[in-house]
């Protein structure tokens, strides 16, 4: 038998292995930890112990936070202060899924009453969400804890009351298991079994989970490759499940001609801000943008050039990440008609430099090799598309697939719907079907952690119309199910007359907050 396969913590900064982290999953280890999973299922059934967990496990983290940014800045050059930023994020969500268990909302407690009166008669029928079962978690690579092992897809799972199993993603192992270390000492500490959260490495490790007959959805963050076989693979077995995935995305942006006229050097230098965040590795950075041409154009691109010229050449995650960056500039680049006010490229022998691309709008809304130009690039890149009219607008907006944002520059009359042409109404419109999240006047970098979130979008964005940031994350991991006519004895708590849990609910249609 071979020797399992060693997993190493890697420098970005300079290629070079750190130190060995652990071995990868072999398909009987993976068998293990999901089986453990499954059995720890009930002990999360109690929302009291979930909230106690999901508290606990972000004091641990708060507590190490000088380690855990040492441990992810190491491994993927983000920079203590983006880390600290990331880290409170993760610990504010882990929080805010705490208060969502504790209000019970979520479980969609439903009572109606039976009514022998209607025609046809009525049952009896009693409604609320329960979870799924054993969970499937693929880390992100650009977010090495609020979308990785203690991010937002375990805290919703957790969440819900479903066990973890977590592919670790292999750009930061060290950090990964670090943190799940603090999660599961949080679980101890919470009287929960080992089973609850569990972590593995490895490619087939990751093809073996989502097979796994027992667990029962999945939740991803990556490539559009990547994750489509995976998406697949969850579809194609005999039993399928929920996949969750979040896959790729353009992100457009469309600036007016009337907005460029008021404000271009505010735009430029935004977008600048915008398309070099984390070195160009969000999920949202904008990676189309359709400026008018002429004078104001002109000028917003004079004030992009000049702040991206003043952006400093960085660390990507992995050196095959810098690599697909440097050949998807060069692929692009070499198009007809495209130009670079600002190259970008090899900032040095590990580092990069931002820059953007420019190409005539008219040259994107038929088909033809330009189509390359309307794929995510991923990196600190950006392509302007400068169009003539606003049919250009349409027609390159028609081409578009599915994406997590799409950000309109209006003007102010537009703004305010008083420009006469109704142009921020019809651009509003017809940007809602591209994106899950539509950013007026701003910038689409930086999603809140809100009651009111949405990441998620059409596919290739997702793989499915949840959102995996947000209170309604928890939606993912559960399913409802209804009793008719089912003796008040034999009813779970939640669904009792009394309300014995103080949920609120929804009783012969009606909400009641409190018992």
């Known amino acids: 038998m071979a020797a399992a396969a060693p997993v190493w913590s890697v420098d970005p900064r300079t290629g070079k292995q750190r130190e060995q982290v652990a071995v990868e999953a072999t398909a009987d280890e993976v068998d293990t930890v999901v089986r453990a999973a499954h059995t ?15 508290r606990r496990a972000a004091e641990l983290l708060d507590d190490a936070g000088e380690a855990v940014i040492e441990a992810a800045d190491a491994e993927t050059a983000l920079g203590p202060g983006r880390l600290t930023g990331e880290l409170a994020r993760t610990t ?43 969970v499937a978690v693929y880390s992100a690579s650009n977010f090495p804890l609020a979308f990785s092992v203690p991010g937002g897809d375990t805290a919703s799972a957790l969440a819900a009351g479903c066990p973890v199993v977590v592919k670790a993603h292999p750009d930061h192992p060290a950090t990964s298991e670090l943190c799940a270390a603090l999660l599961r000492r949080a679980a101890a500490e919470a009287g929960l079994p080992e089973g609850v959260l569990h972590l593995v ?23 559009v490759r990547g ?28 600036i007016t001609e009337a907005a460029a006229g008021e404000r271009a050097e505010q735009i430029g230098a935004g977008l600048a801000g915008s398309m070099t965040l984390g070195l160009g590795q969000f999920c949202v950075k904008p990676g189309l943008v359709l400026v008018p ?32 960056f440097l050949d998807g500039i060069g692929s692009r680049a070499a198009l007809a008609d495209v130009e670079a006010p600002v190259t970008p490229g090899a900032g040095g022998e590990h580092t990069v430099s931002a820059g953007f691309l420019t190409v005539p709008a008219a040259h994107l809304t038929t088909e033809g090799p330009h189509d390359l130009l309307l794929e995510e690039c991923f990196g600190p890149v950006t392509v302007v598309a400068r169009y003539t009219d606003e049919a250009e607008i349409a027609a390159v907006l028609a081409r578009l697939p599915g994406n997590l944002s ?11 719907g008083t420009d006469g042409a109704g142009r921020g109404a019809r ?16 910038w689409p970098t930086g999603v809140a952690v ?13 793989t499915s119309t949840a959102t995996s940031v947000g209170g309604t994350a928890v939606e993912r991991w559960l399913r409802p199910v209804a009793y008719q006519d089912t003796p008040p004895a034999l009813l779970p708590p939640e669904l009792r007359e009394d309300n014995p849990l103080g949920l609120p609910r929804r009783v012969d249609g009606r909400a009641h907050d409190t018992p």
Do not use: C, W
């Not at 979520?106 to 009693?126: K, Q, S, Y």
């Not at 809100?450 to 997702?462: I, V």
């Open 40 to 54: 720890a299922r009930a002990a999360l059934a109690d929302r009291a112990v979930r909230t106690a967990l999901l």
């Open 92 to 134: 504010y969500q882990l929080r805010a899924f705490a208060d969502l268990v504790q209000e019970g909302a979520f479980l969609d407690v439903r009572i109606d009453h039976a009514d022998p009166a209607l025609a046809p008669p009525r049952p009896d029928l009693r409604r609320y969400k329960i979870p799924l079962g054993p």
């Open 450 to 462: 809100a009651p009111a979130q949405h990441h998620g979008g059409p596919y290739p964005a997702t």
């Open 427 to 442: 651009l509003l419109a017809a940007v809602t079907p591209l994106a899950g999240r539509v950013v007026v006047n701003g």
């Open 201 to 223: 490495h490895g490619f087939q490790a990751g093809i073996d989970l989502v097979r796994h007959p027992l667990i029962a959805a999945a939740g991803f963050t990556g490539s």
């Open 406 to 416: 799409a950000t309109l520059h209006l003007g102010d009359a537009e703004s305010a």
């Open 293 to 324: 041409a002429g004078p104001a154009g002109e000028r917003l691109v004079t004030a992009l050039t000049a702040a991206v010229s003043n952006s400093e050449a960085g660390v990507l995650l992995d050196h095959r990440m810098r690599q697909a």
């Open 227 to 254: 994750g489509r076989a995976l998406y697949d693979a969850a579809a194609a077995r005999p039993h399928p499940i929920p996949f969750h995935g979040e896959l790729g995305s353009l992100n457009p942006v469309v």
